[in-house]
């Protein structure tokens, strides 16, 4: 009878042992996917991060292809006009910080050169002292 007793002891400590091994694995195995999960989800991120940031800097690059982003910038660093076009230079208050009066002027004859571009010392000339 005494060693049925050790008998049914012994084979429940080893099988607490057994079962602690197999938490103990189980756990390990929660943990390490839980690690690669969050792993997962921040690359996912900075992929959709770096997704957002290509599709931001191919647009700019379509926008500075254009021939809309073309004459906008020939208009305002080269002082460029279509043949069409009015040059309307706008009078700024300086009291009151703010856009208060336009009126157009018109261009003479005599200030466009041959290609139809007006001239940048006349303009500037007029543009200060008339």
Same mark, same amino acid.
């Given at each position: 009878?005494?060693?049925?007793?050790?008998?049914?002891?012994?084979?429940?400590?080893?099988?607490?042992?057994?079962?602690?091994?197999?938490?103990?694995?189980?756990? #390990? !195995?929660?943990? +390490? $996917?839980?690690?690669?999960?969050? @792993?997962? %989800?921040?690359?996912?991120? /900075? %992929?959709? +991060?770096?997704?957002? *940031? $290509?599709?931001?800097? =191919?647009? #700019?690059?379509?926008? &500075?292809? =254009?021939?809309?982003?073309? *004459?906008? /910038? %020939?208009? @305002? #660093?080269?002082?460029?006009?279509?043949? *069409? /076009?009015?040059?309307? %230079?706008?009078?700024? &208050?300086? /009291?009151?910080?703010?856009?208060?009066?336009? *009126?157009?002027?018109?261009?003479? !004859? @005599?200030?466009?050169?041959?290609?139809?571009?007006? =001239? !940048?010392?006349?303009?500037?000339? #007029?543009?200060?002292?008339?």
């Amino acid at each position: 009878m005494m060693k049925k007793k050790w008998g049914i002891g012994v084979v429940i400590i080893l099988g607490c042992i057994v079962f602690g091994w197999v938490t103990t694995i189980a756990w #390990k !195995h929660v943990e +390490r $996917n839980r690690v690669i999960q969050k @792993e997962i %989800a921040l690359l996912q991120t /900075e %992929a959709d +991060r770096i997704r957002l *940031e $290509n599709e931001t800097l =191919s647009e #700019k690059i379509r926008y &500075f292809d =254009s021939e809309e982003f073309r *004459e906008q /910038e %020939a208009k @305002e #660093k080269l002082g460029l006009k279509k043949e *069409e /076009e009015t040059v309307v %230079a706008i009078k700024q &208050f300086a /009291e009151e910080g703010i856009i208060d009066k336009r *009126e157009t002027i018109p261009i003479p !004859h @005599e200030d466009v050169d041959e290609a139809g571009i007006f =001239s !940048h010392p006349l303009k500037w000339w #007029k543009m200060f002292f008339q």
